[in-house]
């Protein structure tokens, strides 16, 4: 193996062909199976999204009714799981609920066909279905409150907010919150997407693919950041702390959460559309004070590190518009995960369809041929 071929973290390295989402980062341009984001975004719902993801195809107008019907009868969670998740304790971070709670569902539909076109269907209907069920009712068990059932009157975005606050949204919340979805529902090989990859490549259960991509978008330098822009607008406290917060950054070499990104050297596309959802909601619900910050941030960091291809990205203005729809911070990274389980169902799906499994080799940096020192000599 020759060291020459060895990128860490595999910056650069094609690890597969794909045919689901296409990015130019140069120019901040994002296609779902050739369609821009902006045009889904205006014109789409996360389902029929999740569909052309997942199928490659845009549903007709019977085929999105079936699979939206199916979705809104299969969003009920077993009681066991409820009670499985009732034990959790109400500390823990949600993610790490939701990945157990993923995982559990391969205890509940355990048969594997891996080549009957049915069970991937209803792998995809489940998933898609409960993992919006699972947050709302860890949400609420943490509060010591019982869970919301899902509404079947209500379509998918509204349905999620409905069980988070057990009252029925807003029409413009529940559509803001659809178009977030449509947002995050695929973004090529990034890391919980190339985990999802390794995982499908060994032929295991769907529920253990969605699982360990949960666990993967969870880290502070992935879906993690959203969260964290919170925490940081709160730090800074005011549009005139932002330079000299932007400039100790830059000093210090520390990271300015939610700005950066492996591929896009322009602004994210879907941090300019959610910066123009974020201002829909203020115009209708009032403004957010974080709000100010935000843009004084952004002006700055652009003067500073534009130069260096760093911009806003997804996480920047996401977690403004959680926080206006009532959201709290730490479910902005397993609603990330809702949206992202379309595109890992049809990384999953194409992983399949020419499956080899994922063995990549290493460099051995380590020493050879050591002697063993006995126990009692050392
Ligand atoms: N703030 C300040 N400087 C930055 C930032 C940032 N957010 N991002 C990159 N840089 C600088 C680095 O310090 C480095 O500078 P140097 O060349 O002088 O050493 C240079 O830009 C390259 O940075 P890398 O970390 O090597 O870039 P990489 O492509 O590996 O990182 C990443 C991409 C991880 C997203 C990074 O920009 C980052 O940590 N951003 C903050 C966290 C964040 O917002 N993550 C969400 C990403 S989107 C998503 O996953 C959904």
């Avoid at 413009?172 to 973004?187: G, I, N, S």
């Avoid at 499908?200 to 991509?213: C, E, K, Q, R």
């Avoid at 992935?222 to 702390?241: C, F, K």
């Avoid at 917060?245 to 950066?260: P, S």
Wanted: with cysteine; hydrophobic share 40%; proline share 5%.
């Amino acid at each position: 193996m020759s060291v020459e071929l060895y990128r860490p973290g595999l910056e650069g390295i094609p690890a597969a062909k794909s045919s689901i989402s296409f990015i130019d980062g140069k120019q901040g341009l994002l296609e779902y199976r050739g369609i821009r984001i902006e045009k889904l975004a205006e014109q789409s719902s996360f389902l029929e999204t999740s569909y052309l993801l997942i199928w490659g195809e845009l549903p007709s107008q019977s085929e999105l009714r079936a699979f939206e019907h199916d979705i809104r009868y299969h969003r009920r969670i077993k009681y066991r799981i409820r009670d499985m998740m009732k034990c959790f304790p109400e500390s823990g971070h949600p993610m790490d609920a939701l990945q157990a709670s993923a995982a559990a569902l391969g205890l509940f539909y355990s048969r594997r066909a891996l080549d009957d076109p049915t069970y991937i269907r209803n792998a995809v209907v489940r998933l898609l279905a409960k993992i919006p069920t699972m947050v709302a009712a860890f949400q609420l068990m943490r509060k010591g409150n019982d869970p919301v059932q899902p509404c079947d009157d209500l379509d998918y975005a509204a349905n999620f907010l409905y069980m988070l606050n057990e009252r029925e949204p807003d029409e413009l919340a529940a559509h803001v919150f659809d178009v977030c979805l449509t947002l995050h529902a695929e973004h090529s090989m990034n890391a919980s997407t190339f985990s999802a990859m390794v995982t499908a490549s060994t032929l295991t259960d769907p529920y253990a693919v969605i699982a360990s991509a949960v666990g993967t978008l969870g880290g502070p330098l992935h879906g993690g950041a959203n969260e964290e822009v919170i925490e940081m607008l709160e730090q800074i406290g005011s549009p005139e702390n932002a330079e000299a917060y932007v400039d100790d950054c830059v000093k210090n070499k520390k990271k300015i959460m939610g700005f950066g990104h492996r591929v896009y050297k322009v602004k994210d596309p879907r941090a300019t559309i959610l910066q123009d959802l974020a201002e829909k909601l203020f115009a209708k619900f009032g403004g957010d004070r974080y709000y100010e910050i935000a843009l004084e941030l952004e002006r700055i960091v652009e003067d500073r590190l534009g130069s260096k291809g760093i911009y806003a990205n997804v996480d920047f203005y996401s977690g403004l518009v959680y926080r206006k729809l009532g959201i709290p911070t730490d479910l902005f990274t397993p609603i990330f995960a809702i949206a992202r389980v379309a595109g890992w169902l049809a990384h999953w799906k194409e992983q399949l369809e020419e499956n080899r499994i994922f063995r990549p080799t290493q460099i051995y940096s380590g020493q050879r041929d050591r002697a063993y020192t006995p126990l009692s000599e050392r």
